[in-house]
């Protein structure tokens, strides 16, 4: 019995980005957001304590503090609306909060330069610094309202 028990392995993924309050609601229909349709891969909204970016153009605040550990990503990708905590995985695993940035196809961390590909879907890094993908937020549309939250 010991013999089994120790075979046992816990296989539970557990992100190196610490879990933080994420609830974003993007409402479509409304101001800068009318424009963010999910027929244009690349396009982008990054939410940050202090407001949010849209396509790299600073927008008025959001209205939310729970925005994820570094910010959250709503990216059009070939898979539609997908969302990110924008908090580097391989930062986070040395003790430290370093946000990643948008560059065309990629999230870019601003201090190890690792790179992850959210125009996949799938934000795997490119560099090899870290295995680890960015932390994956869900998201759930209704009408043309978007709501992030944590998976």
Known sequence: MALILASCEDTTFRSSVP????NVVINMDLGSF??????????HIDVLPDGFY???EWVLPLGTN???YGGVLVYVSVNGYDAYDLACPYCASKG?????IIDGMFAKCTECGEEYDVASGTAAPQNGLIRETL???K?????N??????L
């Open 66 to 68: 729970a925005c994820g």
């Open 34 to 43: 009318v424009h963010f349709q999910n027929q244009v891969q690349g396009e």
């Open 19 to 22: 879990t933080y309050p994420v």
């Open 96 to 100: 430290h909060c370093s946000t990643c």
């Open 139 to 143: 998201v759930i549309r209704s009408g």
């Open 145 to 150: 309202t978007l709501t992030i939250t944590h």
């Open 54 to 56: 849209y396509n790299d």
């Open 135 to 137: 932390r994956r937020l």
